[in-house]
């Protein structure tokens, strides 16, 4: 048996709200400790660009704390906004606070023969600099007009959210929620014809 993973590859602001899961039997919470939070930072390494490897590799228990609490400031904030209401002033606060713990800084370096790059890193202590870089993410989510669309998984054993990127998308994973239910549906038809 595969063990459960969280969702990755929707926005950045919804795989964080996706490591928490509420079934009706159990909650999982892939955030649940540092080794958790490092596998999740591991598997959004190529976004997290503005991070140093030793903050994704190596996460404080300040970073841990932060980036829950965002998540629920986060969580909160989206499910208001996909009602088409604005977020509450304490998740406006709670996110912005967040950012301006750890801003972010760009410079133009030089790197060898080749032309100047442009860098961008988080300044701020650590435990600060993750919870910032994903807190962006959560308001950029949040201003996009899009953020209405987001959907539940319309699998009945999946709680996780997603942004179709196509009208007709229901399921978080087509290749796991919907082949799930493509195969329930085919047992069941074949139960019926059946008679059990």
Sequence with gaps: MVEPGPLVGEPLALDLVNTRARLPDQELDFLADLAGLRR?????R????TM????I???AKADLAAVRDLREHAATAIARARRGDQPTAGDVRAINEAMR?????RELVREGEGRAKLTATHDGPRGTRVAAALAESVAELLADERVETVRNCAADFCVLLFLPAHPRRRWCNPAI???RVRVARFHERRRSRSGR
């Design 52 to 55: 140093p490897a030793s903050l």
């Design 101 to 105: 713990a750890a801003p972010l800084r």
């Design 40 to 44: 999740w930072l591991d598997c959004q």
């Design 57 to 59: 590799d190596a996460p």
């Design 46 to 49: 190529e976004r997290l660009s």
């Design 177 to 179: 929620c919907g082949n």
